[in-house]
């Protein structure tokens, strides 16, 4: 069965996530107000992550309405009265962003509406689920906040498969260019293209080397 449909949407969306990342941090070096939350458990959550869940799983949602999307954030936080601020800020940033990449107006893009959208990421997965996706709309908060690398990851799981798989890493340098999104599809092999060029830039495909296995770390002494 082929997936290109769903690897062409996963790309875009996650290609448009990518952007409104990155104005986010950007904005952390020369805005004083506050882009980051604590959750419950003690972890940061940003502006960044839930404007890149919401454009995500609005996207996913639209074009593949049955399927689940299990994702890391959800929008509670954001309805206490005193995350008004956050939630107009992620709203202008989710607005800016769709109209960017051509897909609503931002009179679609409301606080209401990015509240639901943030919440699609809440789907209800069942042992008997042939097919959902899973997505971190930004995987290292803390390597964000402080101005290093994070990835925005996406994956279609089918009967226990990943079918599809999209990974941007904005803050990689390779090759002289910085940002990037590596794709991939089951028995297609993987590939990689500059973020500057957007998710229909030219892409070339990802080798494995052959080396020996080496023990690693995580950088974060908590994790």
């Excluded at 990155?22 to 404007?51: C, F, H, Q, W």
């Excluded at 689940?68 to 929008?75: G, I, L, N, T, Y």
Aim: charged share 25%; net charge negative.
């Amino acid at each position: 069965m082929a997936y290109q449909q769903e690897l062409d949407v996963a790309k875009r969306a996650v290609a448009l996530a990518s952007k409104l990342c990155e104005k986010v941090r950007n904005s952390l070096s020369t805005s004083k107000s506050k882009m980051a939350m604590t959750k419950i458990d003690r972890t940061p959550v940003t502006i960044a992550d839930y404007g890149s869940q919401a454009i995500i799983c609005k996207m996913l949602r639209e074009n593949f309405p049955n399927d689940p999307v299990v994702a890391e954030e959800d929008a509670g936080d954001l309805r206490l009265p005193g995350q008004k601020d956050q939630l107009q800020k992620i709203t202008a940033y989710v607005q800016e962003a769709l109209i960017e990449g051509d897909i609503d107006s931002d009179s679609d893009a409301q606080p209401e509406a990015v509240l639901r959208w943030i919440d699609f990421g809440n789907g209800d997965v069942t042992p008997n689920l042939r097919r959902f996706w899973t997505l971190d709309p930004v995987d290292g908060t803390k390597g964000f906040l402080r101005g290093d690398q994070y990835a925005i990851c996406l994956a279609l799981i089918e009967d226990g498969d990943v079918k599809v798989g999209v990974l941007s890493c904005p803050a990689l340098n390779l090759d002289g260019s910085v940002g990037h999104l590596f794709t991939a599809e089951r028995g297609k092999g993987a590939f990689r293209q500059s973020l500057s060029e957007g998710s229909g830039g030219q892409s070339k495909k990802v080798n494995v080397s052959q080396e020996s296995s080496c023990g690693i770390q995580s950088f974060e002494a908590s994790h």
